[in-house]
């Protein structure tokens, strides 16, 4: 599973329906915690950078805030992340950078995923910029009224108009590449 990616990098039937095997599978309680999921997707071993994402990604579908994801809340994020459109994708990417749940993004919060970005996904592209130089740019990028704030339609606005800062959220904004390449490691 996992190995075959069709043309347009979705998941396929078949697939998404063993992800929702293993959920029962796994736990059959109803309730999936944060070590079970970083189990089914393959991040035990993980870095801690990897690890400090998927924890966000995780804290990002728990909607009750129970520390849990529920059936529901798991199926919902499995189709946001592998059948959702670029939309609804940049409003989860938002929700997951807008840690304080305040609505607006500040330097604190952009440079914390940032650096984890950065020390997965960064460090091994040629970008020769520091997380604080890459905080920097997105705000110039897309912080239009320069408050020091990003909100929801300056990022939604900024990410789907300027190149270089989608490319730099696409493994937020594109996880189906990133489960699809897990699922494989699914036990």
Not at 148 to 154: A, R
Request: aromatic share 8%; charged share 25%.
């Amino acid at each position: 599973m996992g190995q075959e990616e069709s043309h347009s990098g979705e998941m396929n039937q078949a697939q998404i329906q063993e992800l929702c095997l293993v959920f029962m599978k796994e736990c059959p309680s109803g309730a999936l915690h944060l070590h079970e999921f970083k189990r089914i997707f393959g991040v035990v071993s993980s870095s801690a950078e990897e690890s400090l994402y998927i924890e966000t990604v995780f804290h990002s579908f728990d909607t009750n805030k129970n520390n849990t994801l529920d059936f529901m809340e798991y199926v919902a994020a499995l189709h946001l992340i592998l059948r959702g459109n670029l939309e609804d994708r940049l409003k989860w990417s938002f929700k997951m950078y807008d840690t304080d749940g305040n609505g607006m993004l500040d330097r604190h919060e952009v440079k914390q995923i940032i650096r984890i970005l950065y020390k997965i996904k960064l460090q091994k592209s040629d970008i020769s910029m520091t997380p604080s130089e890459i905080c920097d740019r997105i705000f110039d990028l897309v912080d239009q009224n320069h408050d020091g704030l990003i909100t929801l339609p300056e990022f939604m606005e900024g990410a789907q108009k300027d190149e270089w800062l989608m490319n730099l959220l696409k493994l937020d904004v594109n996880a189906t590449g990133w489960v699809i390449q897990n699922c494989g490691k699914l036990p």
